[in-house]
């Protein structure tokens, strides 16, 4: 056990709440709540992943990895439809889509008569336009590291003191963070965006994204891998590669990352 007061707060707050089902999606967060509630609670727990088109098939192959590496029972509840509320991405979007999904995890919880659904929304969360955390609080999800003041630095700490590989995994949001407000979903946009991020990925790039504009891709990488993008020879090679994605027009965000660029 880590010898830090915060974190010994948050084990004797999960410890307060018995029994609980985790949002867990394999990112930094999450994966951190779900190593201190299997500490906390044993075997009064389990994990449940939400598997959308919304969600990059890699990062699903993650969450059941690193589930079966932690020892947790883990759960995938699927719909693969997009919803008819955000089919045009409303700038209310992620409050809708998190109603739909804590909604569905709420039904599994009182199935298996756990007595609370838990999320991994940090303190540093309430900085940020997260539209999301109204449903969370009409749903009664409880956020364990909001509520003891957790903060992002605190997690990958805290993470990287108890082993865990996603300690330094940057952050991801779902792919419909990538389409500007009011511009439809379209399955094939999703794929296309998926597999983009992931060649870059497996380029070397790491916390990227592919915004995408109906036929247009902005890049936007890291500020220090900025000079390592414009690069002539790679260029070319991922114009050609976003192309037979089905893009027509590439371009490079000289901004870099921003993080929720179109909420600005």
Not at 135 to 159: G, Y
Request: glycine share 4%.
């Amino acid at each position: 056990m880590i010898s830090d007061r915060k974190y010994e707060d948050l084990i004797d707050y999960l410890k307060k709440l018995d029994s609980i089902v985790i949002a867990f999606s394999g990112g930094v967060d999450s994966t951190f709540l779900m190593k201190a509630a299997k500490e906390a609670l044993g075997d009064r727990m389990m994990a449940v992943t939400i598997v959308s088109p919304y969600i990059p098939k890699w990062e699903l192959e993650e969450a059941k990895e690193i589930a079966k590496d932690l020892n947790i029972k883990h759960q995938l509840i699927e719909f693969h439809s997009i919803l008819g509320e955000i089919k045009f991405n409303p700038k209310d979007r992620c409050y809708l889509c998190k109603k739909f999904v804590f909604s569905k995890i709420i039904e599994f919880q009182k199935e298996k008569e756990f007595k609370y659904v838990i999320d991994g929304t940090n303190l540093d969360d309430t900085k940020d336009y997260r539209p999301g955390m109204k449903a969370l609080k009409e749903l009664s999800v409880v956020s364990p590291l909001l509520e003891n003041n957790i903060t992002k630095e605190d997690i990958r700490r805290f993470s990287k003191d108890l082993g865990l590989s996603t300690w330094d995994k940057p952050a991801y949001a779902c792919l419909l963070s990538r389409i500007p407000y009011n511009q439809e979903i379209k399955f094939e946009d999703l794929r296309k965006i998926e597999n983009a991020e992931l060649y870059l990925m497996e380029l070397g790039f790491k916390g990227i994204r592919v915004r995408s504009h109906e036929d247009l891709a902005r890049i936007e990488v890291q500020r220090q891998d900025r000079k390592k993008i414009c690069d002539e020879e790679l260029m070319d090679k991922i114009c050609e590669k976003f192309k037979e994605l089905g893009f027509k027009h590439i371009t490079l965000d000289l901004q870099g990352y921003i993080m929720g660029s179109f909420n600005n």
